[in-house]
């Protein structure tokens, strides 16, 4: 019975004992604050669990302990021009190729960095695994190459449609799954089955033709290398912001890393929230498009609106608003995270944006979307399917049918039963992302890459992939019996046809 034990605690401390504190490089290579956010969260994760990380960001708020910030200066775009920015980023043929344009020229500032360009050139580190950000090229995994380190990628939407073949192997249905830049949350009729086909089909190709014409006009030397497979990937997405659909066994869905225990709501705002005796409403548009922006006949429906319901309304808003009505507060800034977790907030107006929804569906508020591009109107369809939400066109919108949705949000009791039952779902995990983060982590250098959760896929050449080996195979099959079965029925036909011309003679 004792060797029984103690083999069984030896297999145990092999297997399952935590690893030595890791060596982490990280690279966040998009200066987006949103993208930063889930980074900086998978990040901080690792760090408080013993882990050392060093990372070169944009976005440096201060060393700590096993953390450790190189400044890394990208361009930036916040406080954009509303109609502008929806009438060119709302377009998959705008969107496919400036995602591509601007992911391999933050590449080539960031291989250009020089403690970093140090590292590449002696291709020597004391680092155990590399984490970065994937958007819209491999370029993100030539570090990972150079090293010779397993490859981890961040994602802070769903799964990147027309970056999932290059990165895990195979793509997802898309008569189940609906592309990232899809307006449906899943491909119920026909036109969307098919809309859902030409928007992979053409991404597919504009992110194929990019690629070539980046490398000639480029010639970086990750050009000249085959790109790094991840050994994992963390994706900011969650059974209940996603449809079903089939994953591998290297995606960890972390949706909701960010989220962090509230705090203490300024007084001026609390203020505000307790004393409305019939709720609030929070609205905002995140930090990419100035709301200030909007053209005067969109913010008039909105003021017009507001000042006719019963609720307060808190509206993230850049500077001084003309006409505001008696009933609203502006700032510049909200402690969002904080103030849709206070019971007294009703409903959420929002563009949609992945962390906001997470926010809403932790705090189990509805929500009134106006997406305005890239994953939003995905992720909007996705609360409406769940039942706790509405979606509205930003740049058709009419008083009446505003008025009309938000007093049906707010009056009718589905939309927030609704959202209770999917934030007790969205809670209902085996554990949390953060612990999901460190086991995974330390799984992939556990296991020296995990390189058997990768797909078969990447073993296979293009026309086995697609199986026309197979076919032809097949093919050639059905000719050879089609042939045999003409050979045989034309025997049969011309010696029956002789045996009738030689028998009949005779008969006569």
């Not at 003021?303 to 006409?323: C, H, N, P, V």
């Not at 009446?400 to 927030?416: A, C, G, S, V």
């Not at 086995?464 to 019996?481: G, K, M, R, S």
């Amino acid at each position: 019975m004792k060797l029984l034990v103690y083999y069984i605690l030896t297999v145990l401390i092999k297997y399952y004992a935590p690893v030595d504190a890791l060596q982490i490089l990280a690279i966040q290579n998009i200066a987006a604050k949103s993208h930063w956010n889930f980074m900086s969260a998978v990040l901080q994760s690792l760090s408080d669990n013993g882990h050392n990380v060093t990372v070169y960001t944009p976005f440096l708020a201060g060393n700590r302990a096993n953390y450790t910030e190189v400044y890394l200066e990208l361009p930036s775009r916040v406080g954009l021009e509303a109609l502008e920015s929806i009438n060119s980023l709302g377009k998959a043929t705008v969107i496919v190729p400036l995602g591509m344009n601007m992911t391999r020229y933050y590449c080539n500032i960031i291989h250009e960095q020089t403690e970093l360009r140090e590292i590449l050139r002696s291709g020597k580190s004391n680092y155990d695994i590399i984490i970065t950000e994937l958007l819209s090229s491999e370029c993100s995994s030539y570090v990972a190459f150079k090293l010779n380190l397993p490859l981890i990628y961040v994602i802070p939407s769903s799964m990147i449609t027309y970056m999932e073949h290059a990165v895990l192997g195979d793509v997802s249905n898309p008569a189940t799954v609906s592309h990232l830049l899809a307006h449906h949350a899943v491909p119920r009729t026909f036109v969307q089955r098919f809309t859902n086909v030409i928007l992979l089909g053409f991404s597919l190709i504009a992110l194929l033709y990019k690629e070539m014409e980046l490398k000639k006009i480029d010639g970086q030397p990750y050009d000249l290398v085959k790109p790094i497979k991840p050994s994992l990937i963390y994706m900011n997405s969650d059974f209940i912001t996603e449809g079903p659909r089939p994953m591998l066994p290297n995606v960890i869905q972390i949706g909701g890393i960010h989220l962090k225990t509230p705090s203490n709501i300024p007084n001026d705002i609390l203020e505000f929230i307790e004393n409305s005796p019939h709720g609030v409403i929070y609205f905002t548009f995140g930090s990419v498009i100035s709301m200030s922006t909007l053209p005067n006949h969109i913010q008039n429906a909105f003021k017009e609106t507001f000042a006719q319901i019963s609720q307060r309304i808190l509206w993230k808003y850049e500077g001084e608003m003309k006409d505001k009505p008696i009933n609203v507060m502006t700032s510049n800034w909200f402690p969002q995270r904080d103030i849709l977790m206070h019971p007294n907030v009703k409903l959420f107006i929002s563009h949609g944006g992945i962390s906001g929804v997470f926010e809403a569906i932790d705090a189990g508020v509805p929500v009134l979307g106006f997406p305005l591009f890239y994953d939003q109107p995905r992720n909007i369809e996705n609360l409406v399917d769940a039942g706790m939400g509405i979606s509205m066109d930003l740049l058709t919108i009419e008083k009446d049918e505003l008025l009309k949705n938000i007093l049906d949000l707010t009056n009718n009791e589905k939309y927030m039963r609704n959202a209770k039952i999917n934030s007790e779902r969205f809670k209902d995990r085996p554990m949390s992302p953060a612990e999901s983060v460190v086991y995974w982590t330390e799984y992939v250098v556990r296991h020296k890459g995990a390189p058997h959760l990768r797909s078969h896929a990447f073993n296979l050449t293009w026309y086995q992939y697609f199986l026309l080996d197979v076919i032809v195979v097949l093919l050639l099959f059905i000719y050879f019996v089609l042939f045999i079965t003409y050979k045989a029925f034309k025997f049969i036909y011309y010696y029956f046809l002789k045996y009738s011309q030689t028998v009949k003679p005779k008969l006569e």
